[in-house]
DNA sequence: CTCTTTGTGTGCGGTAAGACACATAGTAGT
DNA sequence: ACTACTATGTGTCTTACCGCACACAAAGAG
């Protein structure tokens, strides 16, 4: 079997690099799966790798002092877990948290460093999508401040099941209330509502995804804002 | 007279540059001065220059189809309005507004892309700010969803003291309302308490604090989070 | 197959903030 | 000084969501 060309890894931003960067770059790539709720950095701890999920995803959230939490972004094979590292920070205040188990790559913080340094493509890509998560993080913001819970599930399932390579997601109502910053209760109410209307299906920390079209016409404008400006940036 | 050094612009990050850098910079820097409520960059729209404010400062939110909007951050003299343009986007969708009348340096987006690819300190101090705004706009996501309209009406006034020359702000409880994203009669109500409570002062678009330590002690964890972030990484 | 743990359903009272409606008070223009 | 306008004050009614309390149901452990 021939060599996988650099976009059959799964990753959308590695699959984009040209040849010569790849080739630089891929034996610093090392494959690696997360496990559910794994912590991949702790809120200003330390950041060894850099990692690119492939069928992973990894939520980036805030936790107050007195313990609420809230999500600011979502990233999966579309993007990099690790920005602040290219930034310059070495470390950020928020935590990264394993939301969906599976695979990656990860790679080392100097590797990284080295190529984002020679001011090439990689760096593009890397600051591109940046300006891209900034777009999430943004509408994140203004979403938590003028819509409802139901509609924030809708976008939450949706910016989810993008990043998922299946219709059924493993989580509880418990887990996304952390996310979406609300009660547990809160979230119970809303999925009972789209539970009802046939968009989704769920029992116990399992919720799949059943209609995908009710969900969107549900869903506020955001999710299409960080989608089309996604796809504008890196598409 | 002497020349000014660079560390007089008074734009922080123009006096952290190295005198190498700045020396290249300096003839490409050209003093403007910005009208309250101008708009810097609109949606999506085109971006000439970036701003580096000195006494004046700005204002990133979004708007929404129905209208209502909110902020997500605030520019003043220690960034840069304009980071998509190193971050390689050309546009952004959030819209820039001026929010406090006064003196800036421009920089044609050609000039300040050139030193940028030099991958010099000018580089790393565009990031490394870029990465302090990031925090500040993932706070407000989760303070927009935790706290109060009193407790975010704290904050914000706080925020933009710091980046005002004086101690009165000029703005109605109409404008913060857009800024907060709440009714104006919310921001009327809470910024009674604040009167009530000898912090600030108001009549008709003339906002005096009074008591910033009444304030700091008001205020929710988000404020002192973003700011010490800002020192760590630009401090 | 029972016991325990974990996840979900539901009801109730409380509160922050929304929408709307209008009263009043500064400020600017003539 | 009169007028027009803009900014702020206030009240009422409604709604979304919180906090709490507890019932019930599914899954896993022994």
Redo the contacts with the bound molecule.
């Keep these: 079997m021939l060599q996988e060309p650099a976009h059959m890894t799964g990753n959308h931003l590695l699959a984009a690099l040209p040849n010569e960067p790849y080739e630089r770059l891929r034996s610093d790539l090392e494959p690696m799966t997360f496990a559910l709720g794994e912590v991949v950095y702790e809120s200003g701890g330390p950041m060894p790798y850099v990692y690119f999920p492939t069928t992973s995803h990894v939520s980036l959230l805030y936790t107050m002092i007195d313990g609420?939490t809230a999500e600011m972004g979502l990233v999966g094979n579309e993007g990099v877990v690790g920005i602040a590292l290219f930034m310059g920070g070495e470390t950020t205040p928020n935590r990264a948290m394993v939301q969906g188990a599976g695979a990656a790559f990860r790679m080392k913080a100097k590797s990284m460093l080295d190529e984002f340094k020679r001011g090439g493509e990689f760096q593009h890509l890397m600051l591109r999508y940046t300006q891209a998560l900034i777009t999430q993080i943004s509408q994140t913001a203004v979403c938590n401040?003028l819509?409802?819970?139901?509609?924030?599930l809708c976008r939450w399932l949706l910016m989810t099941h993008d990043r998922a390579d299946s219709d059924q997601l493993d989580m509880?109502?418990?887990?996304i209330s952390n996310m979406l910053?609300?009660?547990?209760?809160?979230?119970?109410?809303?999925?009972?509502r789209l539970?009802e209307a046939g968009m989704i299906k769920?029992?116990?920390?399992?919720?799949n995804i059943l209609d995908r079209k009710q969900l969107l016409a549900r869903v506020c404008e955001c999710y299409q804002v960080v989608n089309a400006e996604h796809e504008r940036l890196l598409g």
Tied chains: 1, 2.
């Design positions: 609420s401040r819509h409802s819970v139901e509609q924030r509880t109502h418990e887990f910053g609300v009660r547990r209760e809160g979230v119970t109410v809303a999925a009972q539970q769920y029992v116990r920390g399992h919720i």
